[in-house]
């Protein structure tokens, strides 16, 4: 197995995603993604430049397992 040298290896395990890419992975509008960087609430964000955020997909990931939420069922009041 030969590498490239021209090619630096890349993993796809973290790949760095653009506002569309990143609020498509939470299913929510990219209009909404743009708002909570404004606030800073929401997931880690790269600012490269005023134009240029970029999101890395492990932080999605986490910030969406992060507020998973698992119902548990409740006993009722017994009289």
């Known amino acids: 197995m030969t590498s490239n040298p021209q090619k630096p290896c890349r993993t796809y395990l973290n790949r760095s995603l653009n506002t569309a890419e990143a609020a498509e992975m939470l299913g929510i509008r990219p209009a909404t993604l ?11 964000f790269i600012q490269l430049s005023p134009r240029c955020v ?15 939420v698992v119902p548990c069922v409740r006993e009722t009041e017994r009289s």
């Open 54 to 68: 970029r999101y890395s997909e492990n932080d999605i990931r986490l910030y969406a397992e992060e507020r998973r």
């Open 34 to 44: 743009r708002g909570w960087k404004a606030q800073r609430v929401g997931p880690p």
